[in-house]
């Protein structure tokens, strides 16, 4: 992906991941590794993989779900 630090100015793209998490209570519940350059697509995917890991119950208990502006921005 691009990074916003070019130190040789050349555009070259290096290897970068973006990483999302979901907590409870400050305790890591779930993670998602993808090689999208910004968070716009990656939401919908990280609930997906939370949603297979512990079931169509975990959406029944979701009350809040806080994201920053970015992932708003599409």
């Given at each position: 992906?691009?990074?916003k630090?070019d130190?040789?100015k050349n555009?070259q793209?290096?290897?970068?991941y973006n990483i999302?998490?979901s907590t409870e209570?400050?305790?890591?519940?779930?993670?998602?590794?993808?090689q999208?350059?910004?968070d716009?697509?990656t939401?919908?995917p990280?609930l997906?993989?939370l949603k297979?890991?512990?079931?169509?119950?975990?959406?029944?208990k979701l009350?809040?779900?806080?994201?920053?502006?970015?992932y708003?921005?599409e």
């Amino acid at each position: 992906m691009c990074m916003k630090e070019d130190h040789m100015k050349n555009g070259q793209l290096k290897p970068g991941y973006n990483i999302q998490i979901s907590t409870e209570n400050q305790i890591i519940v779930n993670y998602s590794i993808r090689q999208n350059p910004t968070d716009t697509k990656t939401l919908k995917p990280h609930l997906e993989n939370l949603k297979e890991t512990y079931g169509e119950e975990i959406f029944k208990k979701l009350e809040i779900i806080t994201v920053d502006t970015v992932y708003g921005s599409e």
